[in-house]
Structure formats: C-alpha cells, structure tokens
C-alpha cells in the first residue's frame, strides 16, 4: 500500500514511514477494510516504521471472523 502511493516498486519501500506516507496508509486500510481507525498520539508515534505500523494497526482494528 505505502509503494502505491508514488508508484515505487515494493523493494524501494524502507523501513521507515514518513508522515504523508503514515496518513496514505492509514487511508488506505480504512477503504480497504471499511473500517474507521481512531489512533492517539502514541500510537502514532510508534508507527515511524513499517513494522511499527503493522503491529498497531493489528491492535486497532478488530479481528473479522472467519
């Protein structure tokens, strides 16, 4: 998601995320899964990279059943 928003290929894609790519993501996630995504400040904060960012959005979103 975050190589598709200047249409880099993934393997350009480091480790870290900056904040118009952070806000891209978060974007992204919430029309891909219909979901809204309410972060505070610390959560923000720990989404500096890309697996920060993994890591918090599975805590806040809420697993689908299967």
Do not use: C, F, K, N
């Not at 610390?42 to 990279?49: L, N």
């Not at 960012?53 to 805590?59: H, M, Q």
């Amino acid at each position: 998601m975050i190589a598709a928003l200047d249409g880099r290929p993934v393997a350009e894609i480091g480790g870290q995320i900056d904040s118009m790519q952070l806000a891209w993501l978060v974007h992204q996630v919430e029309q891909r899964y219909g979901v809204e995504i309410e972060l505070d400040d610390g959560q923000y904060a720990r989404m500096s990279t890309v697996d920060g960012a993994v890591e918090v959005l599975r805590e806040a979103i809420p697993a689908v059943p299967r």
